[in-house]
T-cell receptor, first 116, second 116 residues
Framework: AQSVTQLGSHVSVSEGALVLLRCNYS??????LFWYVQYPNQGLQLLLKYTTGATLVKGINGFEAEFKKSETSFHLTKPSAHMSDAAEYFC??????????????FGQGTILTVHP | DTEVTQTPKHLVMGMTNKKSLKCEQHMGHRAMYWYKQKAKKPPELMFVYSYEKLSINESVPSRFSPECPNSSLLNLHLHALQPEDSALYLC???????????????FGPGTRLTVT
């Protein structure tokens, strides 16, 4: 079975600082990985995804993530945080076998706070 | 149009009531999903429809009854709910069916349900 673990339930940064949200995965096959963002009282929005090919993936709103097989990681970064980035971020993996095929399994989420 | 709409935004219902949640998408997507999200938790998959047929039921209690009248609409009928069913109910859709691992899902804003 595939799973993801997000390290740090809360991350706080200053406006203009680097954003780093950590996600590690567990998968017996090459994983398909996603990052979603959820603003307060809203649904989830896809930021970016990794399926195959280039390991550095660029997404919306200036976010990017790098797939590192050797570290089983897919960390989300943004060079300079904006106040509008304050939200909850979910890493997810797409199931690869049996009844879980194609189903998204989400991490527990990381709440990002941005201070002025 | 890349939007998934959900109505109502908020719903308060008693344990003996019958109500329905509605979800609509006009992106031509062939898979639609219901998720339940409790506060400070990731979404949990409830049901998946592929080509208007129920393909996944995650052992959800029968007091939740999904319906897919056509390829654009998804309903969730609610009856005899319990207070612990209070949550944010999210609808999502994807262009590929749930049998694809590269399964970008587009989420609606959700219905905030309170059961009294």
């Amino acid at each position: 079975a595939q799973s993801v673990t997000q390290l740090g339930s809360h991350v706080s940064v200053s406006e203009g600082a680097l954003v780093l949200l950590r996600c590690n995965y567990s998968s017996s096959v090459p994983p398909y990985l996603f990052w979603y963002v959820q603003y307060p009282n809203q649904g989830l929005q896809l930021l970016l995804k990794y399926t195959t090919g280039a390991t550095l993936v660029k997404g919306i709103n200036g976010f990017e993530a790098e797939f590192k097989k050797s570290e089983t990681s897919f960390h989300l970064t943004k060079p300079s945080a904006h106040m509008s980035d304050a939200a909850e971020y979910f890493c997810a993996v797409s199931g690869a076998g049996g009844t879980s095929y194609g189903k998204l399994t989400f991490g527990q989420g990381t709440i990002l706070t941005v201070h002025p | 149009d890349t939007e998934v709409t959900q109505t109502p935004k908020h719903l308060v219902m008693g344990m003996t009531n019958k109500k329905s949640l509605k979800c609509e998408q006009h992106m031509g997507h062939r898979a639609m999903y219901w998720y339940k999200q409790k506060a400070k938790k990731p979404p949990e998959l409830m049901f998946v429809y592929s080509y208007e047929k129920l393909s996944i039921n995650e052992s959800v209690p029968s007091r939740f009854s999904p319906e897919c009248p056509n390829s654009s609409l998804l309903n969730l009928h609610l009856h005899a709910l319990q207070p612990e069913d209070s949550a944010l109910y999210l609808c999502a859709s994807s262009a590929k069916t749930s049998m694809s691992r590269d399964n970008e899902q587009y989420f609606g804003p959700g219905t905030r349900l309170t059961v009294t």
